[in-house]
C-alpha cells in the first residue's frame, strides 16, 4: 500500500530529527544543514536538510517525494543513474554466495585478479597493474607509497618531495592532504607529512595575460614548474601530480601540450607523473582514464568514484611497468595495505560497471553528446552574472562574476549567493549541482553518463533559470 502524505511527512520529519540528533554530515556546517527555527518560510535558512531517499535512472527523490534531476551524479561518482540497481544487485548476489571476503594481502580472489586484468586492459600505455583501495583519498596515499617504495627499490630513497598544484583537491586523509592545495584545509591538523610544492593550475580566465596566447601561458606554466623542481632539488622530487580537468577552482582545463610538457619535465629529472582520475576517470571526459586525450602516458593514476559507478565504494591505483618493476625487486616489500581494498564484492561490481559501459556505449554517449552539452553550457555567456563557461566532457562549470570586468564576489555576497540562494533556488528547480568557491564562485554540473540531449537541455535550462534569477539578486542588469 502506497504511503499516505501523512506518513510521508511524519517519516520525513522523523528523519530529520534523527539526522540532527545523531548523523555528522561531511564537510558541512553541522549548525546550518537543518532548517532554522525563526527562518521566513520560503527562504534558504528554512530549508531543511536534504535527505534522498530513491533514485530512478537520472533522478533522485527526497523524503518528500520532489524529484530532482542529479546533474552532479551524486558528487561525480554515479556515472550509470540509478537504473541498475537490478543487474548489480544479481552480480553481488553471486559474489556474495561464492566467496563474500578476502584480502589481497598476499592472497589474491578470482575478482580482484580478473578486475586487475580487466582495468589493465582498457588504460593506455604500460600501465599494466592495479593496487586496489577503498576511495579516492586512499588512492593517493597508496600512489605515494608505492613511489617511495619504487625510489628505495632503485637506489634513490632521498626523492621523498612532491610537485601539486594550488588549490587542487586531492584528498583530506592526513596524508593526501598534503596534496591537497585547497587554502584553509590543512589549518589546525599539524604538520602535513609529505613535503609537497604547489604550483599554479590552469586557470587561463584568470592567470592568461592578454599579451599571451595558449602557447605562451602553456610555456609559462611549465617553466614555473621547470623553477619548482629546480628549487626542491631535481634529485630529491618523487611525484608529480595533477588532475587531467582541475574540479575545485570548477574544471580547469590545461592548455594544448600542458600533459606533454608535464611528462618531458618528469622524464628529464626522473620524477613519477601522475594523473589523479578520480573524477576525471571512467567515463567523465569519455574515455577510461582521463588522460587519453592528452596523448601521454603517466606512470601512476589514482581512480575512485566512477569505478563502481559508485553502486559500492572502490578505489584503485594504476601502476606503469617501470614502477611495478620496481615493487618487484627481490629486496622490496610494498609497506601498504588496506583490508577491504579489493574487497569481492567491490570487484564484482567494478566488472559489472565495465560490462555495461561497454554493452550500453556509455563512453560513446559521452563523446557524442559533449558538444551537445558544451553548446548549451556555452549558451549561458549571454548572462551577466556568467564570467567564463569551461569544461570538457560532461564536466562543466560556470564562473560566477560581479560585472562585465569579471569582478570577483566578495566574501559576504558570496555567502549569501553560494551558500544561501543558489542552493535554495537549485533545489527548488529541482536540480543538484554545486555552488563552490574553493577558488572562485562557480557552479558546476556532471550529469550521469547515460544523459540524453533531452535531459542535458533541461539541466541547463534549469541553470539558465536560477542563474537569471541569482543575477537579479546580485543586482545584475541584464
Ligand atoms: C581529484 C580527487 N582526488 C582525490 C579525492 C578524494 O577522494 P575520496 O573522497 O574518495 O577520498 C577526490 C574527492 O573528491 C578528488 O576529487
Redesign the pocket.
Known amino acids: 500500500m502506497p504511503a499516505t502524505d501523512n506518513q510521508r511527512d511524519r517519516a520525513h520529519d522523523d528523519l530529520q530529527r534523527a539526522a540532527r540528533e545523531h548523523l555528522l554530515l561531511h564537510f558541512a556546517k553541522q549548525s546550518a544543514a537543518y532548517a532554522q527555527p525563526d527562518a521566513a518560510p520560503g527562504t534558504a535558512a528554512a530549508d531543511d536538510l536534504l535527505i534522498l531517499a530513491r533514485g530512478e535512472g537520472p533522478y533522485v527523490f527526497d523524503t518528500t517525494g520532489k524529484r530532482y534531476i542529479d546533474a552532479l551524479s551524486s558528487?561525480f561518482c554515479s556515472q550509470l543513474g540509478y537504473g541498475y540497481g537490478e543487474e548489480f544487485a544479481a552480480a553481488i548476489g553471486r559474489q556474495l554466495r561464492e566467496l563474500p571476503f578476502n584480502t589481497n594481502w598476499n592472497t589474491a580472489h578470482p575478482a580482484a585478479i580478473r578486475l586487475a586484468e580487466a582495468l589493465a586492459a582498457r588504460a593506455p600505455g604500460d600501465l599494466n597493474h592495479v593496487f586496489f583501495t577503498n576511495?579516492?583519498?586512499?588512492s593517493?596515499e597508496a600512489m605515494w607509497k608505492m613511489a617511495c617504495e619504487y625510489f628505495r627499490a632503485i637506489g634513490q630513497p632521498e626523492r621523498t618531495k612532491a610537485i601539486a598544484r594550488k588549490n587542487a583537491?586531492?584528498?583530506v586523509t592526513l596524508g593526501?592532504l598534503s596534496f591537497t592545495g585547497v587554502a584553509g584545509f590543512k589549518d589546525g591538523f599539524g604538520t602535513p607529512p609529505i613535503d609537497v610544492t604547489h604550483v599554479s593550475n590552469t586557470n587561463a580566465f584568470r592567470d592568461r595575460r592578454e599579451d599571451e596566447d595558449e602557447a605562451a601561458y602553456c610555456a609559462r606554466l611549465l617553466d614555473e614548474i621547470r623553477d619548482a623542481v629546480a628549487a626542491a632539488g631535481p634529485d630529491e622530487v618523487a611525484v608529480l601530480i595533477a588532475?587531467p580537468v582541475q574540479?575545485a577552482g570548477g574544471c580547469l582545463v590545461p592548455p594544448a601540450g600542458y600533459w606533454a610538457g608535464l611528462r618531458a619535465i618528469c622524464d628529464e629529472h626522473g620524477i613519477l607523473l601522475v594523473s589523479?582520475s578520480?573524477?576525471c576517470g571512467f567515463g567523465r571526459l569519455g574515455n577510461w582514464l582521463g588522460i587519453e586525450q592528452e596523448g601521454v602516458v603517466p606512470d601512476m593514476v589514482?581512480t575512485?568514484?566512477g569505478l563502481t559507478s559508485a553502486y559500492v565504494p572502490g578505489?584503485a591505483v594504476f601502476v606503469g611497468d617501470s614502477v611495478a618493476e620496481g615493487l618487484f625487486d627481490p629486496a622490496t616489500v610494498l609497506r601498504h595495505g588496506i583490508t577491504f581494498g579489493g574487497h569481492p564484492v567491490m570487484a564484482a561490481v567494478a566488472l559489472k560497471n565495465i560490462e555495461i559501459f561497454e554493452r550500453d556505449g556509455v563512453l560513446e554517449n559521452v563523446r557524442a553528446r559533449e558538444p551537445h552539452l558544451r553548446a548549451g553550457m556555452e549558451s549561458l555567456r549571454d548572462l551577466p552574472i556568467v564570467g567564463d563557461v569551461r569544461g570538457r566532457g560532461f564536466f562543466w562549470a560556470v564562473e560566477l562574476v560581479k560585472d562585465a570586468d569579471a569582478t570577483r564576489f566578495d566574501r559576504a555576497e558570496r555567502d549569501d549567493l553560494l551558500r544561501g540562494f543558489l542552493p535554495h533556488a537549485l533545489r527548488g528547480a529541482g536540480i543538484i549541482a554545486r555552488a563552490d568557491d574553493r577558488g572562485d564562485s562557480v557552479l558546476q554540473i556532471a550529469p550521469p553518463l547515460i544523459a540524453d540531449p533531452a535531459l542535458l537541455d533541461e539541466i541547463v535550462a534549469g541553470l539558465r533559470s536560477v542563474l537569471v534569477a541569482a543575477g537579479e539578486r546580485m543586482g545584475l542588469a541584464r
Do not use: Q, R
Open positions: 558528487l576511495g579516492g583519498s586512499e593517493v583537491y586531492h584528498g593526501a588532475e574540479n589523479d578520480v573524477i589514482t575512485a568514484k578505489g
